[in-house]
């Protein structure tokens, strides 16, 4: 049973550029919900998306969007990367939204931004 | 003041001990309650889920949750050095869409 998977693992980018991430759901889950965990900090809700929509959104500026596939694959993109945008990005799929459902996280890609 | 506050540590104890990990919250309306260990380099894994408030039990592990004190507790029994992470203590409401997590405790157990 395949769990959440994430690519790249390892990512450096230049401030001003843009970056995408990829997420496939474990198995059988159909929410998919981005996180960024910056150093020594717990995790940060971005988004989460069911259905192909998003459904609710974090205190993350615009430049942060995202996409989900019928599939139910997700992807997490940042435009303009800043310095502070460096962190480690979560992707974590849920079987259903809402009610509760305990996240299943992924490895995670780590973005540095130079 | 943030929603849910967890002492980050370091942690130290020796192989054997029983650990204590504890998360204050702000946020009567969570229900679910949940603990996350983080290895370095990888990604939270799940090892406690519980509903409202008691105590629940797997293993060398046991949740407490005390919502009239909205303090929630983990304890881990005959620590072992690869019980060595960070933990992570998370909630959410019923109907919500995001969990909040603590900055989490990162815990070394000594052999």
């Known amino acids: 049973d395949a769990g959440v998977t994430q690519s790249p693992t390892h990512l450096i980018k230049t401030r001003g550029q843009q970056v995408t991430l990829r997420c496939s759901p474990k198995s059988g889950h159909d929410t998919v919900s981005w996180y960024q965990q910056a150093l020594g900090q717990g995790p940060q809700f971005i988004f989460q998306y069911y259905e192909e929509e998003e459904r609710q959104r974090g205190n993350f500026p615009d430049r942060f969007s995202g996409h989900q596939f019928p599939n139910y694959s997700s992807e997490l993109n940042v435009n303009a990367l800043l310095l502070g945008d460096s962190a480690l990005y979560l992707c974590a799929s849920t079987e259903k939204t809402g009610e509760g459902s305990p996240l299943h996280f992924g490895n995670g890609t780590r973005l540095t931004v130079t | 003041q943030k929603e849910v506050e967890q002492d980050p540590g370091p942690l130290s104890v020796p192989e054997g001990a029983i650990v204590s990990l504890n998360c204050t919250y702000s946020n009567s309306a969570f229900q679910y309650f949940m603990w996350y260990r983080q290895y370095s380099r990888k990604g939270p894994e799940l090892l406690m889920y519980?509903?409202?408030?008691g105590n629940k039990e797997d293993g060398r592990f046991t949740a407490q949750v005390d919502k009239s004190s909205k303090y929630i507790s983990l304890f881990i029994r005959d620590s072992q050095p690869s019980d060595s992470a960070t933990y992570l203590c998370?909630?959410?409401?019923?109907?919500?869409?995001?969990?909040?997590f603590g900055a989490g405790t990162r815990l070394f157990v000594k052999a």
């Open positions: 519980t509903y409202s408030s």
């Open positions: 998370a909630m959410s409401r019923t109907g919500g869409f995001k969990t909040i």
